[in-house]
């Protein structure tokens, strides 16, 4: 793995393009660090959440579950319900994942929010290039911002209160940079008639009811749009 990062200076171009997430991976991993130890969890739990889990929206919640006590299978299943999006970002990259199996695995399992908008951002050529030193570096922004949050203390979070917001700012960033990028209006349309029929609907499964709600509505764009690309050939 590391022979294949050293190649034609795949460091330098996998810092370039996924330096904006390290702009918001570290504060955010450190507003996480900080919290983490504000709720009397030991430091160490904190590090390893962000090695092994490294799942920027499920480690904020689990800090108020880990600090209540809940019980494993409850942390289990709501993170699954955090993280059931990333399934589908992987669909898209399937081409374009390592064939080293260990590498494959890795990038599957550093798929997050921000890594899938900086490589769906590239061309398929450089995707396939960088899809590993990209994952790799943007795991590591928020590694170092946990420790850096850790070092801080508790104390930064009364001097800077709502720290956890951190993250959101991230996603609206990144989220802005992706329609720049692709140009495509029906995601944003997509995400706000599902956000709303499970606000009004289904509020006390949020989250998972937009998540099945949007897939629905992907599944039928996307039908609709190849009926109508088939219909124009014709």
Same mark, same amino acid.
């Given at each position: 793995?590391?022979?294949?990062?050293?190649?034609?200076?795949?460091?330098?171009?996998?810092?370039?393009?996924?330096?904006?997430?390290?702009?918001?991976?570290?504060?955010?991993?450190?507003?996480?660090?900080?919290?983490?130890?504000?709720?009397?969890?030991?430091?160490?739990?904190?590090?390893?959440?962000?090695?092994?889990?490294?799942?920027?929206?499920?480690?904020?919640?689990?800090?108020?579950?880990?600090?209540?006590?809940?019980?494993?299978?409850?942390?289990?299943?709501?993170?699954?319900? #955090?993280?059931?999006?990333? *399934? $589908? !970002?992987? +669909?898209?990259?399937?081409?374009? @994942?390592?064939?080293?199996?260990? &590498?494959?695995?890795?990038?599957?399992?550093?798929?997050?929010?921000?890594?899938?908008?900086?490589?769906?951002?590239?061309?398929?050529?450089?995707?396939?290039?960088?899809?590993?030193?990209?994952?790799?570096?943007?795991?590591?922004?928020?590694?170092?911002?946990?420790?850096?949050?850790?070092?801080?203390?508790?104390?930064?979070?009364?001097?800077?209160?709502?720290?956890?917001?951190?993250?959101?700012?991230?996603?609206?960033?990144?989220?802005?940079?992706?329609?720049?990028?692709?140009?495509?209006?029906?995601?944003?349309?997509?995400?706000? #008639?599902?956000?709303?029929? *499970? $606000? !009004?609907? +289904?509020?006390?499964?949020?989250? @998972?009811?937009?998540?099945?709600? &949007?897939?629905?509505?992907?599944?039928?764009?996307?039908?609709?749009?190849?009926?109508?690309?088939?219909?124009?050939?014709?």
């Amino acid at each position: 793995m590391t022979n294949e990062l050293m190649k034609n200076g795949l460091w330098q171009q996998a810092f370039k393009v996924s330096f904006p997430v390290a702009m918001g991976y570290i504060p955010a991993g450190i507003a996480f660090g900080v919290l983490f130890v504000a709720a009397k969890l030991p430091i160490w739990a904190a590090i390893l959440s962000s090695v092994v889990l490294y799942a920027g929206a499920a480690q904020y919640a689990s800090i108020t579950l880990l600090a209540g006590g809940v019980g494993i299978s409850t942390i289990a299943s709501n993170t699954l319900a #955090i993280n059931l999006r990333h *399934a $589908f !970002y992987a +669909i898209p990259l399937l081409k374009q @994942l390592p064939t080293n199996p260990i &590498s494959r695995f890795y990038c599957l399992f550093a798929l997050t929010d921000e890594t899938f908008s900086v490589l769906t951002t590239l061309h398929e050529n450089e995707r396939q290039r960088l899809i590993l030193p990209v994952s790799l570096l943007n795991q590591c922004y928020w590694v170092i911002g946990t420790i850096l949050g850790i070092l801080l203390g508790e104390g930064l979070n009364d001097w800077v209160p709502h720290l956890d917001f951190a993250l959101v700012c991230l996603f609206a960033i990144l989220a802005y940079e992706q329609f720049k990028a692709v140009k495509a209006y029906y995601p944003i349309f997509i995400a706000i #008639i599902a956000f709303t029929a *499970a $606000f !009004y609907f +289904i509020s006390d499964w949020l989250l @998972l009811s937009a998540i099945c709600v &949007s897939l629905g509505l992907i599944i039928i764009h996307f039908f609709m749009s190849n009926k109508s690309a088939h219909e124009q050939a014709l």
